[in-house]
């Protein structure tokens, strides 16, 4: 996969006939993280614009928001050492404003949480969805309800795996 993906967006215009608002590439962000749309609001405005607009990529949706994307799973690097694996997952996080969802990384330095329900599916390669008690091996179209619940997807295959995520804000327990 190369490092941008397309997005079309569409709108409804004065004379209530829809069109085509937005045909554009996303980059991809750190974590690699493709961010198509978010919204800050429920319910959602349909006239409402995209709240990503020029921002960094973040990993959770704003309170009461959501977020629509694609995020890229490399294979496994397992040539580092413990010291630079815990530096390039700390470094990752940072990139992303989000060093606080890393809350127990016990099991690997990537694992991570949010305070999201995510809807995610597997559209490319194989991964491992690796939780805390538990591990899981999903292959494409497989889908996943991530509900606040510490992980990280391993990608032990030799090409880069691609999942789609609506995340949606929720309460904690």
């Known amino acids: 996969m190369g490092t941008t993906v397309r997005c079309v967006v569409t709108a409804k215009g004065v004379d ?3 069109f085509i608002a937005k045909d ?3 980059a991809m962000g750190p974590l690699g ?4 749309w978010a919204t800050d609001q429920m319910p959602a405005s349909i006239e409402g614009h995209n709240i990503l607009d020029g921002k960094p990529t973040r990993l959770e949706p704003s309170t009461n928001g959501t977020l629509f994307r694609f995020f890229e ?3 496994v690097q397992t040539n580092l050492s413990t010291e630079e694996a815990n530096q390039k997952a700390a470094d990752a996080f940072a990139a992303a404003g989000a060093t606080h969802c890393r809350v127990d990384t016990n099991r690997n330095p990537m694992m991570h949480t949010t305070k999201s329900i995510d809807y995610v599916v597997v559209l490319k390669g194989e991964v491992t969805l690796l ?3 538990d591990e899981v091996n999903l292959k494409p179209f497989d889908a996943i309800v991530q509900r606040g619940t510490n992980h990280y997807w391993i990608n032990k295959g030799k090409e880069p795996a691609l999942l789609m995520g609506v995340l ?3 309460k904690e327990i």
């Open 73 to 75: 799973i490399p294979p």
């Open 33 to 36: 993280i493709f961010d198509f």
């Open 131 to 133: 939780l805390d008690k």
């Open 24 to 26: 554009q590439q996303i």
């Open 16 to 18: 209530g006939k829809s």
């Open 168 to 170: 949606v804000d929720a």
